[in-house]
């Protein structure tokens, strides 16, 4: 993680708002090709996700 360079975390940053934009336009329209996606993932966000997470949240990152 910490060998990624700006680039790529902003590259990483840009896709990830990209998917969330559509799942959100997906949702106005009624789409059904997705559903439930996001508390999906949530479900599915593996112990070291949440480890850094809460890592952060201790720091004082939001």
């Not at 896709?15 to 559509?22: D, E, G, P, Y």
């Not at 949530?42 to 939001?62: M, P, S, V, W």
């Amino acid at each position: 993680m910490r060998n990624m360079t700006i680039e790529q975390i902003n590259a990483n940053i840009e896709k990830r708002q990209s998917m969330i934009t559509a799942i959100k336009e997906n949702k106005q329209r009624g789409s059904t090709e997705m559903p439930g996606w996001t508390n999906e993932r949530t479900r599915e966000r593996t112990q070291t996700e949440q480890e850094l997470l809460q890592r952060f949240a201790k720091r004082g990152y939001k």
